[in-house]
């Protein structure tokens, strides 16, 4: 069964304090894994995409990576506009996405 | 500016009363979809619809009905809400297939009562 979890559920950081969110995946014929971020109250907002394993994507402070059975998203010395939840999802099949629980990321100033 | 546009944003109902949720995209995307989210279990896919008049069932669909008569709308129909149909619902676009680096749009928070 095709399943996506996420750690850890809830993180806080201190403002420059770096660190790294889970997401470990078991699909068969992965298609691609994607990292999405949400605020409260708001839609989740496209990231990143990865593909193979040894991919890594940058934007700003985030750092997306990929192996064979897992992505991190690093986050270097975050600020507080960096919290936020941070979803994982992969696409197995041809046609849908499923979707991690999250990690809820709060930076403390 | 790309967007997926919900309506309503708040929805308090009665069981059993039948309701749509809108759902308008202005990216000619031929992928939407509709997600409902939920504490502990994530965002999981009710519907999808590859094209115009194109749709299927995502994981779970009970309950729920969808149609793809216009390419930039994609309304979810709840024929006889419950109250196990109460959550955060969210429509997606995106212009490859299966819905990856998807629009999402801001949410309908739906409560049956």
């Known amino acids: 069964e095709d399943q996506v979890t996420q750690s850890p559920e809830a993180l806080r950081l201190q403002e420059g304090e770096s660190s790294s969110l889970n997401c470990s995946y078991t699909?068969?014929?992965?298609?691609?894994l994607f990292w999405y971020r949400q605020d409260p109250g708001k839609g989740p907002e496209f990231l990143f995409t990865?593909?193979?394993a040894g991919e890594e994507k940058e934007k700003e402070r985030l750092k997306a990576t990929l192996t064979k059975k897992e992505s991190f998203l690093h986050i270097t010395a975050p600020k507080p506009e960096d919290s936020a939840t941070y979803l994982c999802a992969v696409q197995a099949g041809a046609n849908n996405l499923f979707f991690g629980t999250g990690t809820r990321l709060t930076v403390i100033p | 500016e790309a967007q997926v546009t919900q309506n309503p944003r708040y929805l308090i109902t009665v069981t059993g009363k039948k309701l749509t949720v809108t759902c308008s995209q202005n990216m000619n995307h031929e992928y939407m979809s509709w997600y409902r989210q939920d504490p502990g279990l994530g965002l999981r896919q009710i519907y999808y619809s590859m094209n115009v008049e194109v749709t299927d069932k995502g994981d779970v669909p009970e309950g729920y009905k969808v149609s793809r008569k216009e390419k930039r709308n994609f309304p979810l129909i709840l024929e006889s809400p419950s109250p196990n149909q109460t959550s955060l619902y969210f429509c997606a676009s995106s212009i490859r297939q299966g819905g990856a680096e998807a629009f999402f749009g801001q949410g309908t928070r739906l409560t049956v009562v």
């Open positions: 990865l593909y193979s």
């Open positions: 699909v068969s014929g992965l298609r691609g």
